[in-house]
């Protein structure tokens, strides 16, 4: 474990700083870290690492295929002779230096999730290679849609989804996301389509390829975890939103985007004014076609989202509040490898609450953040219980697919864990603290031991580390006592009107006017688990659950129905399963049909059809869920 940080700045390095102090900031330099194992990849980064990444691909809609070549800046140890990347999925065609060369190269044996090691012989000095490559139809980080997926019907579109370690199924490269890497890339498009990637487009007005491809072109010169390189292509058109954001969607979309996410600036000002400057430039949003398997993903420039989240109300925006979080906690700093995730997602989650309080209040935010207690207490149910090894906040997946680490743990116990310091030392002190992390380990990986490292030498006066209880916090199961209370002022007034209902009152006889979706989610999870169809059929009338167009209320709507069996509901629930792929949606409701005959004999013959549209990584879940066997 390195605990380089602990060290004293050499004075060499403080007159350098002082001499460049009027010069414009200099770009981040890629740190000299030891790097911590990752038990997720082949590299072997302390004796050859790729520092940058130089991509050139061209996308073959018919094939299903992208083709070309990634050109890796290398460098290495005194007497290094091999370099290691993780590729999965990939064809390899020839391996030259810059000279071009040939490197002889060995693949080695692949294990499932995480792929070959691929080991190329460097010729002495060379700290250049050049891999002519090309995926497969079947990589897993790149969905392939129909037109007829799209909304526009009549142009496919093509996205990746590189986290966790999916990004060598794309990129042959270090996977990992302790090794940083800057990327530029070429990617040569069909007439009538763009391509948009997570980094600075530097695309040449007009520039074609021999075959009439338009080549568009982008360069991200910061390091970044090579999960964050990101391409989608298709119809994609752009609408600002203020001066350096704005929102790229099919051209059908783009507009009620723009609409939903007209706040996002002001959620820049508020993350800028807590945790320091947006260092990233531009900050855009793509909205991609609903078989996107997540709500959000923080690719750095361009968070990739989900349609499901344009309510027309701006309802559910607290996710771009989340992605955008990301361009501190996760982006900046970033988990040295999956087993710390929690270190990405529980600092983002609690970013998340306080940008979403900045923007619109305590008593909002006490919502968020009441929802997320109920989803932790969900995740702990769902990891085996309060004693289970899967709800440590750091964690032993070692021989495990990164994926099944992926839980609600990491989120809300982790901004519980974050909330819980909070309270111990106050907002002031723990704001400061924030500020200085994002700065102090700005494009730099960050492991368990490293924060807590941090934690005790500049946040916690002496006996503060044992009251909030660390120790217990990250290394241990379930939920530690000393976690604050939290209690929704809004939520009481809901509790009131379930209460009514239970007692059998009428539906539309309940005050439930200026309620937000917040307010009716939690009406919809605080219901009995058990309720008669005439009951149902009473809430579905009177407040049109099953044609709602929001989809978190109709999701938490599709569970109840699913728990009740409430044929009425069936209908809205396959047009939901058919029509959208979020596996945060998708894996609940399939899990619910499951456990009855009648639901798994429903589940199979929706999702029969629904399969070739949804992602490899909604698609895994299911077909584990079911035992899915492909004929
Ligand atoms: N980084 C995650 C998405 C992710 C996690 C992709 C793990 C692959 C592996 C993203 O920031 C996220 O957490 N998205 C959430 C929404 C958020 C508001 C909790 C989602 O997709 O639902
Ligand atoms: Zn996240």
Redesign the pocket.
């Known amino acids: 474990m390195s605990h380089s940080f602990l060290r004293p700045v050499p004075p060499s390095l403080l007159l350098v700083l002082a001499a460049a102090c009027s010069a414009p900031a200099p770009p981040p330099e890629i740190t000299a870290v030891s790097f911590s194992p990752d038990p997720h990849s082949y590299a072997q980064p302390a004796q050859a690492r790729v520092t940058a990444v130089a991509l050139d691909l061209t996308p073959d809609f018919d094939a299903r295929v992208l083709a070309g070549t990634a050109r890796l800046a290398v460098t290495r140890a005194p007497g290094a002779s091999s370099l290691v990347l993780d590729v999965r999925d990939l064809t390899i065609g020839r391996v030259t230096d810059a000279k071009g060369a040939a490197l002889t190269f060995d693949l080695g044996a692949a294990k499932p999730f995480l792929g070959q090691p691929l080991t190329i012989a460097l010729s002495p000095g060379a700290d250049l290679v050049i891999i002519e490559y090309r995926t497969s139809p079947s990589a897993a980080a790149v969905q392939w849609l129909a037109p007829a997926q799209t909304s526009g019907k009549t142009l496919p579109f093509l996205f990746t989804?590189?986290?966790?370690i999916?990004t060598r199924t794309w990129v042959p490269t270090q996977d990992s996301p302790g090794i940083r890497q800057t990327y530029e890339a070429a990617i040569h498009v069909p007439a009538g389509m763009r391509a948009v990637m997570s980094a600075e487009e530097v695309t040449k007005a007009g520039e074609k390829d021999a075959s009439g491809r338009a080549i568009f072109r982008y360069r991200m010169t910061q390091p970044i975890p090579p999960?964050l390189i990101a391409l989608a292509v298709g119809d994609i058109a752009f609408k600002p939103i203020g001066a350096t954001t704005g929102v790229y969607a099919e051209p059908s979309v783009v507009d009620r985007a723009a609409a939903e996410f007209v706040e996002v600036d002001q959620m820049i000002a508020a993350a800028e004014k807590l945790y320091g400057p947006y260092r990233w430039g531009r900050y855009d949003i793509l909205v991609l076609p609903p078989s996107f398997?997540?709500?959000?993903?923080?690719n750095p420039r361009l968070t990739f989202a989900?349609p499901t989240i344009l309510a027309g109300d701006r309802s559910l925006v607290?996710?771009v509040?989340?992605?955008l979080a990301?361009s501190w906690s996760?982006n900046l700093v970033t988990n040295a490898n999956w087993n710390d995730?929690w270190i990405?997602?529980g600092f983002?989650?609690y970013l998340?609450g306080r940008i979403m309080e900045e923007l619109r209040g305590k008593r909002y935010a006490d919502m968020l953040r009441q929802l997320g207690r109920q989803d932790l207490d969900d995740g702990i149910a769902d990891a085996g219980g309060p004693k289970a090894a899967d709800t440590h906040l750091r964690l032993a997946l070692d021989t495990r697919d990164?994926?099944d680490g992926?839980t609600n743990i990491a989120?809300e116990k982790g901004a519980a864990f974050l909330q819980t310091i909070e309270s111990v030392v106050g907002r002031d002190r723990i704001d400061a603290f924030l500020r200085a992390y994002f700065d102090r380990f700005a494009f730099q990986p960050m492991t368990s031991d490293q924060l807590i490292a941090y934690m005790n030498e500049t946040l916690f006066k002496p006996g503060e580390a044992e009251k909030v209880n660390v120790q217990a916090w990250v290394f241990g199961p379930g939920l530690p006592g000393n976690v604050p209370p939290v209690k929704s002022e809004a939520f009481e007034a809901v509790d009131a009107q379930v209460a009514r209902w239970t007692k059998g009152d009428a539906a539309a006889g309940l005050t439930t006017r200026e309620w937000s979706t917040q307010e009716w989610l939690h009406f919809l999870r605080a219901l009995p688990q058990t309720i008669p169809a005439a009951r149902l059929t009473d809430l579905d009338r009177s407040l049109n659950l099953s044609a709602s167009g929001n989809s978190e209320i109709l999701f938490a709507w599709l569970e109840i129905a699913i728990r009740n069996r409430y044929e009425p509901a069936f209908p809205a629930l396959e047009r939901f399963l058919l029509s959208q792929g979020?596996?945060?949606f998708l894996r609940p409701l399939y899990e619910a049909l499951a456990k009855t005959d009648w639901g798994r004999t429903m589940a199979m013959r929706v999702y029969r059809q629904a399969r070739p549209t949804y992602h490899s990584?909604s698609v895994g879940t299911i077909d584990g869920i079911l035992k899915w066997q492909e004929k």
């Open positions: 989804q590189g986290q966790a999916l999960y398997p997540f709500g959000g993903m923080e989900t607290s996710l509040a989340h992605e990301h996760g995730f990405n997602e983002t989650v998340e990164p994926d992926m989120y979020r596996r945060k990584v």
